[in-house]
């Protein structure tokens, strides 16, 4: 079965650069949850959407923004990077916001 | 405030049963899942309870009290490959139903 598709699966940038993770939901599913991972820590909900529309904002700072696309795809764009920004950034979709979330592989960045 | 409590690690045996225990104060609940997580990998969905009792899938299962705000997942006939973290998830009820995580419990499978 397809499942969550993100790009890139490693990221290595230097400190105030920018960047860019896509996630690919799951066929017909169209919700997208993003969430950032630290080491040793919990996923922490950074910002959902659904149909297109953000729904819902977590503990996401301002230099990070995010959409959800025509496709349903979404990208999360970070600007100004830090150090504490390096973690595993997973993307989740949902069939709906009712439904389980189930998650693609992450994009592990690196902030140099 | 939102508190999700797991026990950080536990060891079992090869074969044996462990039960990984949840406790969670949250302001809206919208149902419990359970995650399985290896290291540097994704969380894969395990169970889900959203009503009062036990559900069980194969080797695993899970229950639920909403009046004590306390879940357990119930892992039988451990295999090595059990080893990893298990993450206790709340749904939150909101808008998005967005999932607040436990800080996961490390689960080691010895022979």
């Known amino acids: 079965a397809a499942g969550v598709i993100q790009s890139p699966r490693h990221l290595i940038k230097e400190k105030r650069e920018t960047a860019t993770l896509k996630c690919y939901p799951i066929?017909?599913?169209?919700?997208v949850y993003w969430y950032q991972q630290g080491p040793g820590q919990d996923p922490q909900f950074l910002i959902s959407?659904?149909?297109?529309?953000?729904?819902d904002k977590g503990s996401i700072p301002d230099r990070f923004s995010a959409q959800q696309f025509s496709d349903y795809h979404s990208e999360l764009n970070m600007s100004s990077l830090e150090l504490g920004d390096s973690a595993l950034y997973f993307c989740?979709?949902?069939?709906?916001?009712?439904?389980?979330?189930?998650f693609g592989p992450g994009t592990r960045l690196t902030v140099l | 405030g939102q508190n999700i409590d797991q026990p950080t690690e536990m060891t079992a045996t090869e074969g044996a049963i462990v039960q990984i225990n949840c406790t969670y104060q949250t302001s809206g609940f919208n149902g419990l899942f359970w995650y399985q997580q290896h290291a540097g990998e994704a969380p894969t969905f395990l169970s889900y309870?959203?009503?009062?009792g036990l559900e069980e899938k194969g080797r695993f299962s899970s229950f639920l009290s909403r009046s004590k705000g306390y879940s357990y997942l119930l892992l039988k006939e451990l295999q090595m490959k059990d080893s990893a973290s298990y993450l206790c998830a709340v749904r939150d009820g909101g808008a998005t139903n967005k999932l607040i995580f436990g800080t996961g419990t490390l689960l080691a499978v010895q022979p």
């Open positions: 989740a979709s949902s069939l709906d916001v009712a439904d389980t979330q189930y």
């Open positions: 066929p017909r599913h169209d919700t």
């Open positions: 309870n959203v009503l009062d």
């Open positions: 959407f659904y149909e297109k529309m953000q729904s």
